[in-house]
């Protein structure tokens, strides 16, 4: 449960037995603990236990994205939108020790997630699949991206849109498996941290090159790029089959959430 990314955690207070419980409860205070030693925390949680909670209405929870999950005509697309958003309100929440039914997540600059209550914190969404990643942070920013660790991303002319030269100088020395791996954390590091900065796809991925600088959490790996200075790069495996990264700006260099948007 406790590699670069918690989980996968299930809603607080889904049936259990005993040690399943106790299991959750140990990762929500795993994800606290990581805030308050690191700054941050990254969990995730699986699609089928998130997509509904009775007694959380969807319009309230999806908030800025209401139209976008009644519009959306695919169950699998409605429950992600609704799990993540619920997975995100209950990660803010362990992380500011704080009631779930008060953490209110808005839509930031960029479009964004943002959190407007409790005040200090940030929050990164992504989700693939059948799994829901979340990044919390205090007091500076963060952007998560996942992505499944085999998809293909070695086909011709791809990796040269997203890759900086001395990056694919080093992948060209790689065996063919080998290399679309590193081409999958290369990519989800670069995801995330466009979404930290909210400028999404606008950002030239290629211009953002990484390096492997040492050993994370369980098999994790930290990176540095000198395009970002003072920023942490995680990547790691999650869920066994996905590949999870994450971007954490230097402390203070944070904005506030403004106020909620109309749907």
């Not at 039914?101 to 989700?127: K, N």
């Amino acid at each position: 449960m406790t590699g670069i990314s918690i989980g996968p955690l299930p809603p607080p207070g889904a049936a259990g037995h005993g040690g399943e419980t106790d299991r959750a409860d140990g990762g929500w205070r795993c994800v606290r603990g990581r805030v308050l030693h690191d700054g941050h925390a990254v969990c995730h949680g699986l699609l089928a236990d998130w997509a509904a909670a009775p007694g959380v209405p969807a319009k309230e929870l999806s908030g800025a994205d209401w139209a976008r999950y009644r519009s959306a005509r695919e169950p699998a697309v409605r429950g992600r939108l609704f799990g993540s958003r619920l997975l995100a309100r209950h990660a803010v929440a362990a992380a500011a020790a704080a009631d779930p039914a008060r953490a209110e997540l808005v839509r930031g600059e960029g479009g964004r997630p943002a959190v407007r209550a409790p005040a200090g914190f940030d929050v990164s969404i992504s989700h693939t699949g059948d799994l829901l990643v979340v990044g919390v942070a205090r007091g500076r920013r963060i952007g998560v991206d996942t992505e499944e660790r085999d998809r293909p991303l070695s086909m011709p002319l791809l990796p040269e849109k997203f890759c900086h030269p001395e990056e694919l100088a080093r992948l060209a020395r790689l065996p063919a498996e080998a290399r679309n791996r590193a081409l999958v954390h290369r990519w989800t590091l670069k995801e995330a941290y466009a979404k930290a900065l909210g400028v999404g796809l606008r950002l030239d991925l290629s211009g953002v090159p990484f390096v492997v600088c040492g050993a994370a959490h369980g098999d994790g790996l930290r990176w540095r790029s000198p395009a970002a200075p003072g920023w942490r790069f995680v990547s790691g495996p999650a869920a066994r089959r996905f590949v999870v990264a994450s971007a954490v700006g230097p402390a203070g260099r944070f904005t506030e959430a403004g106020p909620r948007m109309s749907a």
